[in-house]
């Protein structure tokens, strides 16, 4: 039976949490064994309070001793993860859990080692109630790494990536904050793994919402994709 990690950096989401931990667990993705592992990255709002109630047997839970960022909870749950197949999980509800069998399909079909949830068309739809910024910062962003890496995707900085364990668990990752995503991605690529990409709903927060990732990302995220077609 295949088994399959999901893995929730979390910090600062008092409000959401709980609620993304229960939709993460009751998502039904057929025959395939679940493990949840939440990583706190230092939260100070109450949300370690929250998780410290809940962790047990069925939710891992893993704490950050400061704050480090989304790429360093990514890593610390990834040391701890026991599945076949990866999947990350942001804490707010930008991205539906109800989604994870059509992103496990072609990983579980033989199609694909690595699936990206493509945010593209939601967020076309939905673009009056989003930040305009953020849609032109990912559009640019992932014609960069089409021009750079000789790639057809069509949304890099998507939150939902889901591996084969020997692909990510191998990797030297380095990233600690949002620059995870560019440099998980550069590195696929090199590797001469194909990302494939299904089409999944998207219900983005704007910054009074908590949304935290900022213009100053997508510039270090810009740079990132330029260092690493270049280093490891």
Known sequence: MAKLTIIIPVYNEIKTVLNIIEKAKKAKIGNVAKEIIVVDDFSTDGTRSILKKIEGSAIKVLYHKRNIGKGAAIRSGLKRAT?????????????????????????????????????????????????????????????????????????METGYKVFRKEVIKGMNLKSNRFDFEPEVTAKILKSGCKIHEVPISFAGRKFEQGKKITWVDGIKAAYYLVKYRFVD
């Open 83 to 155: 599945g076949d197949i990866i999947l990350i999980q942001d804490a707010d509800l930008e991205y539906n859990p109800e989604e994870y069998a059509k992103l496990l399909k072609p990983i579980l079909n033989s199609k694909a080692k690595v699936v990206y949830g493509s945010r593209l068309n939601a967020i076309r739809e939905n673009i009056k109630n989003m930040y305009k910024l953020h849609y032109i910062g990912n559009m640019l962003l992932t014609l960069m790494t089409n021009l750079l890496y000789g790639a057809k995707v069509t949304d």
